[in-house]
């Protein structure tokens, strides 16, 4: 079973960084795509980025793309996601996901153990 926590969440000033963990525990084997997924007040779950299982690949929604990085360390179990230039809509409830064998869009379909989710807030 794995499960997943969420971590590096804060309040921001716009153009700033952040860098967001998502930290692997329990009894499993690190072959999971990981996900990175956020919800704003009012709005949908959607997907911002997406890591394949050895880190050799990933997507990125074209929203954040060219400011967000996804990488990962699976010796230290954990996906980060490092975020620049960020922005006021940037602003939602971060989580990160595991999904077997392989990234497959940014959709929710398929991906399990949800962390709690993180807070960014972007505001001068």
């Known amino acids: 079973q794995l499960q997943l926590v969420e971590s590096g969440g804060g309040l921001v000033q716009p153009g700033g960084s952040l860098r967001l963990s998502c930290a692997a525990s329990?009894?499993?084997?690190?072959?999971?795509?990981i996900g990175w997924f956020r919800q704003a007040p009012g709005k949908e779950r959607e997907g911002v980025s997406c890591i394949s299982t050895s880190g050799a690949s990933s997507n990125y929604a074209d929203s954040v793309k060219g400011r967000f990085t996804i990488s990962r360390d699976n010796a230290r179990k954990t996906v980060y996601l490092q975020m620049n230039s960020l922005k006021p809509e940037d602003t939602a409830v971060y989580y990160c996901a595991a999904r077997l064998y392989s990234c497959s869009g940014l959709d929710t379909t398929n991906f399990g153990s949800w962390g709690q989710g993180t807070q960014v807030t972007v505001s001068s």
């Open positions: 329990g009894l499993t084997l690190w072959s999971y795509a």
